[in-house]
Protein backbone atom coordinates (compact mmCIF):
# COMPACT_ATOMS: atom_id res chain seq x y z
CA UNK A 1 0.00 0.00 0.00
CA UNK A 2 2.92 2.48 1.13
CA UNK A 3 4.68 1.84 -2.43
CA UNK A 4 1.28 2.78 -4.57
CA UNK A 5 0.64 5.95 -2.09
CA UNK A 6 3.92 7.16 -3.19
CA UNK A 7 3.61 6.79 -6.70
CA UNK A 8 0.37 8.30 -6.60
CA UNK A 9 -1.51 5.38 -7.66
CA UNK A 10 -4.11 4.98 -4.89
CA UNK A 11 -4.40 6.36 -1.46
CA UNK A 12 -4.53 4.77 2.12
CA UNK A 13 -6.35 5.45 4.88
CA UNK A 14 -6.83 3.57 8.25
CA UNK A 15 -9.17 3.72 11.36
CA UNK A 16 -7.62 3.59 14.50
CA UNK A 17 -8.89 2.74 18.19
CA UNK A 18 -8.81 6.51 20.09
CA UNK A 19 -7.68 4.64 23.04
CA UNK A 20 -4.94 2.61 21.69
CA UNK A 21 -4.22 4.40 18.11
CA UNK A 22 -2.11 0.84 17.10
CA UNK A 23 -4.91 -1.18 16.95
CA UNK A 24 -6.44 -0.69 12.96
CA UNK A 25 -10.32 -1.30 13.58
CA UNK A 26 -10.86 -0.88 9.37
CA UNK A 27 -9.13 0.34 6.29
CA UNK A 28 -9.28 1.19 2.66
CA UNK A 29 -7.87 2.09 -0.20
CA UNK A 30 -8.65 4.87 -3.15
CA UNK A 31 -7.90 5.38 -6.48
CA UNK A 32 -9.80 7.73 -9.35
CA UNK A 33 -11.50 5.66 -12.37
CA UNK A 34 -14.05 5.66 -14.53
CA UNK A 35 -16.50 3.65 -16.35
CA UNK A 36 -15.83 3.73 -19.87
CA UNK A 37 -19.44 3.83 -22.18
CA UNK A 38 -17.85 1.50 -24.78
CA UNK A 39 -17.95 -1.16 -22.21
CA UNK A 40 -21.48 -1.36 -20.99
CA UNK A 41 -24.08 -3.48 -22.88
CA UNK A 42 -27.30 -1.33 -23.90
CA UNK A 43 -29.13 -2.06 -20.87
CA UNK A 44 -26.68 -1.33 -18.58
CA UNK A 45 -26.14 1.54 -20.49
CA UNK A 46 -29.84 2.72 -20.16
CA UNK A 47 -29.70 2.23 -16.32
CA UNK A 48 -26.54 4.34 -15.49
CA UNK A 49 -27.57 7.13 -17.79
CA UNK A 50 -31.19 7.51 -16.90
CA UNK A 51 -30.28 10.71 -15.29
CA UNK A 52 -27.07 12.35 -16.79
CA UNK A 53 -28.03 14.95 -18.62
CA UNK A 54 -26.69 15.20 -22.49
CA UNK A 55 -25.06 11.76 -21.90
CA UNK A 56 -23.95 10.97 -25.23
CA UNK A 57 -21.39 13.52 -24.95
CA UNK A 58 -19.55 11.04 -22.49
CA UNK A 59 -17.07 8.21 -23.19
CA UNK A 60 -16.51 7.63 -19.52
CA UNK A 61 -18.10 8.42 -16.41
CA UNK A 62 -15.91 9.96 -13.41
CA UNK A 63 -16.16 7.53 -10.55
CA UNK A 64 -13.53 6.41 -7.69
CA UNK A 65 -12.46 2.72 -7.22
CA UNK A 66 -12.04 1.26 -3.89
CA UNK A 67 -9.06 -0.88 -4.31
CA UNK A 68 -8.88 -2.43 -0.84
CA UNK A 69 -11.44 -2.65 1.88
CA UNK A 70 -11.54 -4.35 5.32
CA UNK A 71 -12.64 -4.47 9.15
CA UNK A 72 -10.37 -5.70 11.28
CA UNK A 73 -11.33 -9.76 12.54
CA UNK A 74 -12.02 -8.18 16.44
CA UNK A 75 -14.84 -5.85 14.96
CA UNK A 76 -16.75 -7.71 12.44
CA UNK A 77 -20.12 -7.76 13.16
CA UNK A 78 -20.90 -4.81 14.75
CA UNK A 79 -21.83 -2.49 11.85
CA UNK A 80 -18.65 -0.85 11.24
CA UNK A 81 -17.93 -1.89 7.39
CA UNK A 82 -21.49 -0.09 6.69
CA UNK A 83 -20.32 2.88 8.80
CA UNK A 84 -17.32 2.79 6.52
CA UNK A 85 -18.83 2.71 3.82
CA UNK A 86 -21.27 5.21 4.50
CA UNK A 87 -18.13 7.75 5.03
CA UNK A 88 -16.44 7.28 1.85
CA UNK A 89 -19.52 7.95 -0.05
CA UNK A 90 -19.73 11.59 2.40
CA UNK A 91 -16.65 12.01 1.30
CA UNK A 92 -17.82 12.69 -2.66
CA UNK A 93 -21.03 14.37 -1.81
CA UNK A 94 -19.41 16.55 0.47
CA UNK A 95 -19.42 20.45 -0.79
CA UNK A 96 -15.69 20.47 -0.21
CA UNK A 97 -14.90 17.82 -2.70
CA UNK A 98 -12.61 19.46 -5.39
CA UNK A 99 -13.69 16.80 -7.87
CA UNK A 100 -16.20 15.31 -9.67
CA UNK A 101 -17.12 11.71 -8.73
CA UNK A 102 -20.25 10.30 -9.96
CA UNK A 103 -19.87 6.55 -9.40
CA UNK A 104 -17.69 4.29 -6.53
CA UNK A 105 -17.40 1.16 -8.63
CA UNK A 106 -15.23 -1.74 -6.89
CA UNK A 107 -14.17 -5.57 -7.93
CA UNK A 108 -15.78 -7.39 -5.51
CA UNK A 109 -14.62 -10.84 -4.99
CA UNK A 110 -17.36 -13.45 -6.86
CA UNK A 111 -18.37 -15.07 -3.24
CA UNK A 112 -21.59 -14.60 -1.26
CA UNK A 113 -20.28 -12.61 1.85
CA UNK A 114 -18.41 -9.90 -0.24
CA UNK A 115 -20.86 -9.34 -2.98
CA UNK A 116 -23.92 -9.22 -0.41
CA UNK A 117 -22.21 -6.34 1.66
CA UNK A 118 -21.99 -4.11 -0.86
CA UNK A 119 -25.74 -5.01 -2.46
CA UNK A 120 -26.29 -4.13 1.27
CA UNK A 121 -24.69 -0.88 0.73
CA UNK A 122 -26.21 -0.01 -2.46
CA UNK A 123 -24.13 -1.16 -4.81
CA UNK A 124 -25.42 -2.85 -8.13
CA UNK A 125 -23.63 -5.49 -10.71
CA UNK A 126 -22.22 -3.26 -13.30
CA UNK A 127 -22.76 -6.58 -15.70
CA UNK A 128 -26.13 -8.18 -15.58
CA UNK A 129 -24.51 -11.66 -15.41
CA UNK A 130 -21.12 -12.98 -15.10
CA UNK A 131 -21.37 -14.30 -18.89
CA UNK A 132 -21.91 -10.84 -19.97
CA UNK A 133 -18.88 -9.67 -17.98
CA UNK A 134 -16.53 -11.71 -19.15
CA UNK A 135 -17.73 -11.37 -23.06
CA UNK A 136 -17.39 -7.40 -22.44
CA UNK A 137 -14.42 -7.49 -20.25
CA UNK A 138 -12.42 -9.83 -22.51
CA UNK A 139 -12.14 -11.84 -19.65
CA UNK A 140 -12.30 -16.00 -19.84
CA UNK A 141 -11.76 -19.37 -18.02
CA UNK A 142 -14.66 -20.99 -16.06
CA UNK A 143 -15.40 -18.10 -13.08
CA UNK A 144 -14.50 -14.63 -12.57
CA UNK A 145 -13.04 -14.08 -9.17
CA UNK A 146 -14.52 -10.45 -8.71
CA UNK A 147 -16.97 -8.92 -10.34
CA UNK A 148 -17.24 -5.40 -11.11
CA UNK A 149 -20.22 -3.26 -8.96
CA UNK A 150 -21.12 0.33 -9.01
CA UNK A 151 -22.90 2.76 -6.44
CA UNK A 152 -24.43 6.18 -8.11
CA UNK A 153 -23.47 8.97 -5.80
CA UNK A 154 -26.16 11.25 -7.25
CA UNK A 155 -28.64 9.12 -4.91
CA UNK A 156 -27.11 10.81 -2.43
CA UNK A 157 -26.61 13.98 -3.53
CA UNK A 158 -30.03 14.92 -4.22
CA UNK A 159 -31.19 13.81 -0.43
CA UNK A 160 -27.98 15.66 0.73
CA UNK A 161 -28.91 18.84 -0.86
CA UNK A 162 -31.11 21.25 0.72
CA UNK A 163 -34.20 21.46 0.10
Not at 97 to 102: I, L, P
Request: aromatic fraction near 14%.
Amino acid sequence: AHDYSKQLLWKSYCFCLESDPSVIVCAFTLANDSIKVGTIPGSRKRILTKNIPHAKHFRSYPAVWIGRLGVNKDFKRQGIGCELMSFIKGWFIDENNKTGCRFIVVDSYNEDAPRQYYKKNGFEDLFSTENQEKQFTGLGGSSLKTRLMFFDLINLFSKAEPN
